[in-house]
T-cell receptor, first 113, second 114 residues
Framework: KAGVTQTPRYLIKTRGQQVTLSCSPI?????VSWYQQTPGQGLQFLFE???????NKGNFPGRFSGRQFSNSRSEMNVSTLELGDSALYLC????????????FGPGTRLLVL | QQQVKQSPQSLIVQKGGISIINCAYE??????FPWYQQFPGKGPALLIA?????SEKKEGRFTISFNKSAKQFSLHIMDSQPGDSATYFC?????????????FGKGTSLLVTP
């Protein structure tokens, strides 16, 4: 089975721009979560989607948004980028029916200049 | 506010030694405690996980010890190998039946010397 894939792997943007990151979960997984990883704050939960519905949301400003499609693929969007948004953005998928393991993708490295 | 506190920040262990990483939490609603291993340039990978109704879980060289009353849990890596050199994160999730929102510790950078 293919793992979680994320595109693009690297991205450079300037302040004020917006960005969209994409995640394809493991086949059959319906839960997709997003995390932000920075050296200072570590790994922080952004949001979780399940069957196209946002089920949980972390403590991030409204500039961070996401969505999930009917095929479980997910996108996250960051508008009006700030320098502090530079981070590794990780997507994780999980099966259902009692399966607890979250499988992480390799991440998208975003640099905001 | 960091809901899961992890220590030490970095750890150096000789090959064959025991690596011990500790975590503490406050929220008694947490009901699932995984440990993740991350290599540079990769996403975190689940190592081992435990629920609060169990005090210890062992998988190969990796053991989680869980102390519910103290709200602490730790990862022990027995017979540490240079290939174990990575960053380790503890995490906690609450009310797992209603979804996942892992709260991570800040990570421990482990170096196992030959």
């Amino acid at each position: 089975k293919a793992g979680v894939t994320q595109t693009p792997r690297y991205l450079i943007k300037t302040r004020g721009q917006q960005v969209t990151l994409s995640c394809s979960p493991i086949s059959g997984h319906r839960s997709v979560s997003w995390y932000q990883q920075t050296p200072g704050q570590g790994l922080q939960f952004l949001f979780e989607y399940f069957s196209e519905t946002q089920r949980n949301k972390g403590n991030f400003p409204g500039r961070f948004s996401g969505r999930q499609f009917s095929n479980s693929r997910s996108e996250m969007n960051v508008s009006t980028l700030e320098l502090g948004d530079s981070a590794l953005y990780l997507c994780a998928s999980r099966g259902v029916g009692g399966t607890e393991t979250q499988y992480f993708g390799p991440g998208t490295r975003l640099l905001v200049l | 506010q960091q809901q899961v506190k992890q220590s030490p920040q970095s750890l150096i262990v000789q090959k064959g030694g025991i690596s011990i990483i500790n975590c503490a939490y406050e929220n008694t609603a947490f009901d699932y405690f995984p440990w993740y291993q991350q290599f540079p340039g990769k996403g975190p990978a689940l190592l081992i996980a435990i629920r609060p109704d169990v005090s210890e879980k062992k998988e190969g060289r990796f053991t989680i010890s869980f102390n519910k009353s103290a709200k602490q849990f730790s990862l022990h890596i027995m017979d540490s190998q240079p290939g174990d050199s990575a960053t380790y994160f503890c995490a906690a999730n609450r009310n797992s039946n209603s979804g996942y929102a892992l709260n991570f510790g800040k990570g421990t950078s482990l170096l196992v010397t030959p």
